[in-house]
């Protein structure tokens, strides 16, 4: 059945977590969602009061690392806040029945509806999607039953949003993310590999305290997460602008901590939050810890961002080294051989074979005409 | 007899080398961009900035670039017959089709006589015609680009939704490969300019610049024919 | 004597199915299958070396 406490406030008072701890953790919510500070208090009111609507948590092709990051959140334990305020009735990782008795608990949150529903890991669709079952149903069955019927659907990671490493080039399962193998429900995404957990939480901060969920990009992304590029928020910003790069890992760039662009940093073309929000606690982010962002928010990125030392994708077809600009290079120095070569021809040819009109022209002083 | 006959109008020379310095300056500027190779030394006045002042004249050439390109297509419906747009599509007519092949069988050594025309020869408009499908593919994959700083703006607005089909890394690399193709084009324009113009005698390198070209009397009274 | 089958097994990471042939309260044989496959070896084919740790990460 499904458990409704009374509201956050009072739970985590039991836990031992201050009122002032709780209105940090309030206030934290408000910044990454980008609200001004006015709407801490109306967070408060809300999760201070807010019944514990249900969620189920699916896993179906997945590493389980959007799982592990969003369990290594805490000040104040984000999981356990948000644990607290809802009632996770199905997680395959953490959940304590097996087996039929797990089975049930999902069935049965389904069967008494207005729940979310959390995904993570995609889908394979190839050969009716028999490359990910979970008692004895297809992910894609699942995903088509669980997610049809809930009041709203988030997918967290790469995976669940498109389809993740299983869907890199060449797709043996024919794996895909949950707004193509279930379209026309109520879908947020929240991309990443792994996504922030700060970015989960306040998406269902903001459920809770608004009703509805934060305004999207045409991708179905959070604007307040996904609204902006990496590279227009980098703490090395001004190093790139100064064309100041590291050239080599470990260099002196490298300990001046140096844009780094040319060890192949997808920031220009990635939109996420990790500069201003980091990960672990505001600890870090790639960047800051010496290596380029991978693009790992963006669409089929294990594709489009790799080589990730190097700045374009490999060109389909030019073999493993091969870019844009080589082959442009090879194009250009193909075009001028090939003309280096008909010059010397035509040459030869207007020696032998001299047009007729030459011999015989005379230039009039006539005006312009036409 | 030879006739000066005066074919490049002031509009179609202006842009034509408004284009190739905004595409040197643009193809400098943009393979920087992709692949920062100079050494700066933050002591220099432009140091601090480098890849800034690079980005912004890249930019700044990009608009001067479309403005060539505005200019060029809206006299290319109200310049004279050799700036027509026609020029860019002979296939439509008869006589087109066959002056593609006249001249195509030039260059590839069939047919001694190069083709007989007074403005572009139908090959040339042919290629022009790809090369405006370039220029026009550089500057919205550019502006794509561009628009990904902020999505809030006119050039997201115009070009964000092509995002919803195919990655920003895609249009990167279109963006690069055309610039090439563009370089390409300029080995091949400036040989058969020149080429052209050794065996014509008709003063072709020297029109672009004075806009005058020297025709022989038969070719002039088909001009005059044509009206 | 029955075959139970116990799918999924929960608080691992990854999928797992169990099926376990039961004889006068004895398990007297039992099956695993993982049921799930993604491919990984298939997808680094071809790629750059210098990435392959970042796919292999996320196994």
Request: glycine share 10%; with cysteine; aromatic share 12%.
């Amino acid at each position: 059945m499904n458990d409704f406490s009374p509201g956050l406030e009072n739970v985590l008072a039991r836990q031992g977590v201050t009122r002032r701890d709780f209105l940090k953790f309030c206030s934290a919510m408000a910044a990454t969602l980008v609200l001004p500070t006015r709407y801490v208090e109306r967070i408060a009111d809300a999760l201070a009061t807010v019944k514990r609507p249900p969620l189920v948590w699916l896993e179906f092709q997945d590493c389980a690392g959007c799982s592990e990051a969003f369990l290594r959140a805490s000040r104040p334990s984000v999981g356990d806040i948000v644990l607290d305020i809802l009632s996770v009735n199905y997680h395959e990782t953490i959940m304590a029945p097996a087996g039929k008795a797990a089975v049930k608990s999902l069935d049965d949150t389904v069967k008494e509806g207005g729940y979310l529903v959390v995904v993570e890991g995609s889908i394979p669709t190839k050969d009716n999607g028999i490359y990910c079952t979970i008692g004895g149903r297809t992910a894609l069955d699942i995903a088509k039953q669980v997610c049809g019927k809930a009041a709203a659907t988030l997918t967290v990671g790469a995976c669940a949003f498109y389809g993740g490493w299983p869907n890199a080039t060449p797709n043996p399962t024919g794996a895909v993310g949950v707004k193509d193998a279930v379209p026309g429900i109520t879908l947020l995404n929240l991309p990443g590999c792994p996504p922030n957990p700060v970015n989960i939480t306040a998406t269902v901060v903001h459920y809770l305290t608004f009703g509805s969920l934060p305004a999207t990009d045409q991708l179905g992304r959070p604007l307040f997460a996904y609204g902006t590029r990496i590279h227009d928020n980098c703490e090395r910003r001004a190093h790139y602008d100064a064309g100041e790069y590291v050239e080599e890992w470990g260099d002196d760039h490298a300990r001046a901590g140096w844009c780094l662009y040319k060890m192949g940093c997808k920031g220009p073309a990635t939109f996420h939050n990790c500069p201003t929000v980091r990960y672990n606690d505001g600890t870090s982010w790639p960047v800051g810890a010496g290596h380029g962002c991978v693009g790992c928010s963006e669409v089929a990125f294990w594709d489009t961002m790799s080589p990730f030392y190097r700045r374009l994708p490999n060109v389909a077809g030019f073999g493993v080294e091969a870019q844009a600009d080589q082959i442009g290079l090879g194009i250009v120095g193909g075009v001028a051989a090939a003309f280096a070569a008909h010059g010397v021809v035509s040459a030869i040819r207007a020696r032998q074979q001299p047009l007729a009109r030459h011999e015989s022209d005379g230039v009039s002083a006539e005006g312009k005409e036409g | 007899m030879l006739r000066r006959l005066y074919v490049w109008e002031i509009p179609v020379r202006l842009t034509h080398w408004v284009n190739v310095l905004s595409i040197v300056v643009l193809s400098f500027t943009g393979y920087y961009i992709g692949n920062p190779w100079i050494l700066v030394s933050a002591r220099e006045w432009y140091g601090p900035y480098f890849m800034g002042i690079v980005r912004f004249t890249h930019f700044v050439f990009a608009f001067i670039f479309v403005a060539s390109l505005l200019l060029r297509t809206y006299w290319a419906f109200v310049g004279n017959a050799w700036a027509s747009w026609r020029n860019l599509f002979p296939f439509l007519t008869a006589e087109g089709r066959k002056s593609l092949g006249d001249a195509l069988k030039y260059y590839l050594f069939l047919r001694r006589e190069p083709p007989e025309v007074v403005g572009h020869n139908a090959l040339a408009g042919l290629t022009y015609a790809v090369i405006v499908f370039l220029y026009f593919l550089q500057t919205f994959t550019g502006f794509a680009l561009l628009g990904e700083v902020n999505t809030e703006g006119i050039w997201y607005k115009l070009t964000g939704w092509v995002f919803v089909f195919v990655s920003n890394q895609v249009l990167r690399q279109i963006h690069h490969l055309i610039m090439w193709l563009l370089i390409a084009f300029a080995v091949h324009h400036v040989y058969a300019a020149m080429l052209i113009d050794n065996e014509e005698g008709n003063g072709l390198m020297s029109s672009i610049f004075s806009g005058f070209k020297f025709v022989h009397a038969s070719l002039l009274k088909k001009v005059n024919n044509k009206g | 004597m029955p075959k139970v089958a116990i799918d999924p097994i929960t608080r691992i990471e990854g999928h797992l199915r169990l099926e376990v042939q039961v004889d006068g309260g004895k398990v007297t044989d039992a099956w695993s299958s993982s049921t799930m496959f993604r491919g990984m070896e298939l997808v680094l084919k071809g790629r750059d070396p210098r990435d392959a740790w970042l796919f292999t990460q996320r196994i």
